[in-house]
């Protein structure tokens, strides 16, 4: 069985990252969301309202976090406005061997942690139209104070600037316009040349041969 890809999608919050993967994650006549899964991240970080453990994050206490850190039980890990997020490297390993695509939803350090260990990851970077929008997101959205959103938009800035680590920049501007290139992303990396040499070797080989 072929090798699945590693999805790295990263993202300043408030550009609409969360919401773009549960859309492509929608089986609704949605034929690329057969075989696509996203990990779910450990962390520190308190639930918000209409979050579930398990389903958005798994919710784990800091002792834990650092234990399963000291065991090397993450494909990666970082701290993120003082909270602790890490990736389980058994789970995306198992289900990259069972041949699944694997979408991952992590900040740019993360992002080049994987990708040095995973080289052939495919990285994806969803941008804001402007910084006032993703301002205006931030404020609509009613999850944090005016100090919480003036610390988010300063890391934006920074979260930014690694954009030339991925492999593909999508503008969410228009949400369905930033779903249909997200789509397209996902459909150019299972046609290179790399996952198809894997995924049809028998059919290569025979027109080959």
């Known amino acids: ?17 969360t919401s773009l993967v549960n859309a492509l994650l929608d ?14 991240s450990h962390t520190t970080r308190p639930k918000r309202p209409g979050e579930e453990d398990g ?14 850190r000291s065991d090397h039980a993450f494909l990666e890990s970082a701290e993120v406005f ?7 490297k058994s789970w995306v390993k198992e289900r990259l061997a069972d041949g699944q ?20 990851s495919v990285g994806i970077f969803i941008l804001p139209p402007s910084l006032q929008a993703l301002r205006e997101r931030l404020t609509n ?3 944090d104070d005016a100090q919480v959103i003036e610390t988010r938009m300063n890391e934006a800035v920074n ?3 690694h954009f030339e680590q991925a492999d593909f920049i999508v503008i969410n501007e228009n949400f369905d316009t930033a779903l249909e290139d997200l789509k397209a992303v996902i459909r150019s990396a299972r046609l290179s040349i790399k996952h198809q040499v894997k995924s049809n070797s028998d059919l290569l080989n025979k027109l080959i041969s």
């Open 27 to 40: 089986t609704s006549g949605n034929e690329l969301a057969s075989g696509l899964c996203v990990s779910i």
């Open 55 to 68: 389903k958005n994050y798994h919710f784990i206490s800091v002792a834990r976090f650092q234990q399963m």
């Open 141 to 143: 959205r009613g999850q």
């Open 101 to 120: 695509d694997v979408i991952l939803e992590i900040d740019w350090q993360g992002a080049s942690q994987v990708q040095a260990l995973l080289p052939e």
């Open 82 to 88: 003082g909270n602790h997020y890490g990736t389980s």
């Open 1 to 17: 069985m072929p090798q699945g890809i590693l999805f790295l999608i990263s993202a300043p919050s408030g550009a609409g990252k």
């Open 159 to 161: 979260e930014i600037s």
